[in-house]
């Protein structure tokens, strides 16, 4: 991979972007994001409930929340492969199409078997969309550029989808209005989940609008194989890394994507604070994204900050889900979040410092894996139990796989040397 960007303290003071100069491409791919991110949050901040408006139990949702990340797993080294033949700029426009037209599909069809069909291909562009943003984003910036373009990515993505959920949350009861029906029906659910479909497809015209330009002086396209993904799961230092970022997977993936249903369910809140909620917890996410690395350069260690935060949160998690009050679980939500994913990128990091310079895409591959094995069967487990045993098992379990994770880590890697200076990011939501 590139050399990796600047030490946390000094590319956060340097951060000025009247020193940057981005290219046509890079622009055009950041308004793309900021479209998309306004767009489409709406469309995953109620598409559980439309998927239960119509009739379906927890277990069907559980099955179509898992579906994509199963396709993303069994396809994801095809398709990554796919993305450096075809070019990336093909590679995430195919993946955008298939991405809206499928979930054009999945708002409109009556068939269940449909559904399931279009939402497994929805997840096929999804994968090739999203495994092509960051060989695309390396090959329009320079290595002086290319730290503050993956940053400014990362914050246009959050600021775009806290503003899209906070105007989404207003439309169920706006369209409910003018259409004469429930706010709460499979009819303005699915006016909202097109609506938010039409908007977030305006992201493909910024790609369109780029022109291809040859690979940078140098850059080859290294293609992940099976062959080499099992070759690096016999290394010990990938078998560490893989199994806390396993267990996270696991754990958020039974409980994470259902959040929305959760505080519906549980304090029958109106849609337009669920948008507010949502909104508010991705701002505090970015906030904790950039806190996280001063506070490891404080603590003197990636490992400690990130035992540390993640051990916090599971305190928020466990108040979130059984306390009786709206404000404090509201709150508990909002610094859970925060102080999970405040630990993802300072793990992304301290795992690529470990990883030679030749293995870290490949590294970042396994990870990438791990954490989509957890998301492929966790979604359809969680409805599973949901629909037999309600939420409070499943906050149970999260908090010991989560702590099971917290102590993996520290077991790890507490006594190892570290280095400065982060890298590439791993997916790594909780």
């Known amino acids: 991979m590139e050399q990796a960007p600047p030490h946390p303290d000094s590319f956060w003071s340097r951060f000025d972007l009247r020193e940057v100069r981005f290219g046509r491409n890079a622009r055009l791919f950041l308004l793309s994001t900021l479209i998309d991110g306004i767009g489409f949050s709406g469309s995953q901040l109620f ?14 949702l559980g099955l179509v929340n898992s579906i994509p990340f199963f396709t993303g797993l069994v396809l994801g080294l095809p398709l990554g492969a796919l993305s450096d033949r075809i070019g990336h700029r093909r590679a995430m426009l195919l993946g955008l199409a298939l991405m809206f037209s499928m979930f054009a599909v999945v708002a409109i069809t009556p068939s269940t078997v449909v559904l399931v069909g279009a939402i497994a291909l929805y997840g096929v562009g999804s994968t090739l969309y999203y495994l092509s943003t960051t060989p695309f984003m390396a090959g329009v910036s320079s290595t002086e550029d290319r730290p503050y373009l993956f940053s400014l990515n990362v914050a246009v993505q959050t600021v775009s989808s806290a503003a899209g ?15 004469a029906v429930p706010a709460d029906g499979p009819v303005v659910y699915r006016s909202v989940l097109l609506l938010s479909l039409a908007a977030g497809s305006l992201s493909i015209v910024p790609l369109i609008l780029m022109r291809d330009q040859k690979a940078p002086a140098g850059a080859s396209a290294q293609m992940t194989t099976v062959r ?6 016999a290394l010990p230092v990938v078998r560490k890394l893989g199994l806390p970022n396993l267990l996270i997977g696991i754990g958020a993936a039974i409980l994470i994507p259902y959040m929305n249903v959760f505080f519906k369910e549980r304090f029958g809140i109106p849609d337009s604070m669920l948008g507010l909620l949502f909104g508010l917890s991705a701002i505090l996410t970015a906030a904790g994204t950039l806190i996280g690395p001063r506070l490891a350069e404080r603590m003197g260690s990636k490992i400690r900050a990130v035992v540390m935060t993640q051990g916090l949160s599971i305190a ?13 679980a509201a709150g508990a939500h909002l610094i859970r979040a925060a102080l999970m994913n405040m630990a993802a990128p300072l793990y992304s990091a301290y795992g690529m410092e470990r990883a030679p310079l030749d293995q870290r ?14 998301w492929a069967f966790g979604p359809y487990v969680s409805g599973f139990v949901q629909e037999r045993w309600g939420f409070g098992p499943l906050f149970v379990t999260t908090s010991i796989v989560y702590a099971l994770a917290v102590a993996a880590t520290w077991v790890f890697f507490h006594s190892e040397q570290e280095v400065t200076g982060p890298a590439d990011a791993v997916p790594r939501k909780g």
């Open 316 to 328: 928020f998690l466990l108040l979130l889900g059984f306390w009786p009050g709206l404000i404090v």
């Open 361 to 374: 895409a490949l590294i970042s591959s396994v990870l990438y894996l791990t954490w989509q094995t957890g």
């Open 228 to 233: 080499k993904v099992v070759r690096a799961l």
């Open 165 to 179: 959920n906070l105007l989404a949350g207003f439309l169920p009861g706006w369209l409910g209005l003018m259409l």
């Open 47 to 60: 598409f559980n409930f439309y998927i239960l408006s119509l009739g379906h139990g927890r277990e069907f």
